[in-house]
């Protein structure tokens, strides 16, 4: 089992950046697969970003050269960097991780302003 808190969230205006934090209650050195979602008012939650134990990455292609994930080990926390936002970014980002099955975040609000 383990815990998940979000945080780095806010309000940005285009072109801007934010850096995500998920950090976990437990070690993730073993976590194969971490991840991060979203999800805007009336739409479905979205894969943003994952990364694998072994440092795998895989983007969605809407963030594909602007947002970077990593995770830190050593402080049992995930990253994402987001640069160049556009408004279209806006949305709650969750992170999830897969162990016995799905834990996910409460989420963090990203607002980006035109």
């Known amino acids: 089992q383990v815990q998940l808190a979000e945080s780095g969230g806010g309000l940005v205006q285009a072109g801007g950046s934010l850096r995500l934090s998920c950090a976990a209650s437990?070690?993730?050195?073993?976590?194969?697969?971490m991840g991060w979602y979203r999800q805007a008012p009336g739409n479905q939650r979205e894969l943003v970003a994952q990364i694998t134990s072994g440092g795998t990455t895989n983007y969605a292609d809407s963030v594909k050269g602007r947002f970077t994930i990593s995770r830190d080990a050593a402080k049992n926390t995930m990253y994402l960097q987001m640069d160049s936002l556009k408004p279209e970014d806006t949305a709650v980002y969750f992170c999830?991780?897969?162990?016995?099955?799905?834990?996910w975040g409460q989420g963090t609000q990203v607002t980006v302003s035109s």
């Open positions: 999830l991780v897969l162990i016995d099955r799905d834990y």
């Open positions: 437990r070690n993730i050195f073993r976590i194969n697969v």
